[in-house]
């Protein structure tokens, strides 16, 4: 059975840092990995999407990494901006064909300005 | 571009009411289309997907069902709303074939009194 981890459950940094999100899964046969951000109150904005071929995916600020192996996925912000303030979910398909997801707990990041 | 519209935002009702929660997709065919819940402090749980018309896939045995009238509509209904009922719903979307990127709507907050 598929696990989902994401430590920390809150982090808070100041502004201009750089951060690293964690997302660990138990189950490494995976086909991809999706990372997305939630606003409070709000649904979920999908930010990269790793195959599990590829090993990173870059979207501006942030860069996702995939280590199927070590069943492990790292979400890095850069210069972090008080903006970027939400919950990050990970996320992973399982079942056969029609991609339902299996969510993290998420981590609920606070950049202090 | 595609867009996914949900509504209503926000939805109060009583207990023992019925409930009618609508999800439409512009600017694709013949998506995937899925309702998950995620209740305070719980993670997202999938409780329904489409991979077309009339086809409807649960996840989760509870008070709600699903229907697919159209393409690219779904909506999420209950005969009679349970207190256990209240909670954020949020539809995604996602093309056709297995693994591929979700996108998410804005969510319903729904409350039952």
């Known amino acids: 059975k598929q696990e989902v981890t994401q430590i920390p459950a809150a982090l808070s940094v100041p502004e201009g840092e750089n951060l690293v999100l964690n997302c660990s899964f138990t189950?490494?046969?995976?086909?991809?990995l999706q990372w997305f951000r939630q606003d409070p109150g709000k649904g979920l904005t999908s930010l990269l999407l790793i195959q599990s071929s590829q090993r990173e995916q870059t979207s501006g600020r942030l860069n996702a990494s995939l280590d199927k192996s070590s069943g492990r996925s790292t979400l890095y912000i850069a210069a972090s901006q008080p903006g970027d303030s939400a919950t990050y979910l990970c996320a992973v398909p399982i079942g056969a064909g029609a991609n339902n997801l299996f969510f993290g707990t998420g981590t609920r990041l606070t950049v202090i300005p | 571009s595609q867009t996914i519209h949900q509504w209503p935002a926000t939805l109060v009702q009583p207990v023992g009411s019925p409930l009618s929660l609508e999800c439409t997709v512009e600017g694709t065919s013949n998506p995937n289309l899925y309702w998950y819940r995620q209740a305070a402090g719980r993670g997202l749980q999938l409780l329904f997907y489409s991979v077309g018309i009339g086809q409807i896939s649960s996840e989760v045995p509870q008070n709600l069902s699903a229907s697919r009238p159209q393409d690219r509509q779904f909506i999420l209904s209950s005969k009679k709303l349970l207190l256990s009922d209240s909670s954020f719903y949020l539809c995604?979307?996602?093309?056709?074939?297995?693994?591929?990127?979700?996108?998410f709507g804005q969510g319903t907050r729904l409350t039952v009194v």
């Open positions: 995604a979307w996602s093309d056709q074939g297995a693994y591929t990127e979700a996108f």
């Open positions: 189950d490494s046969a995976i086909y991809n």
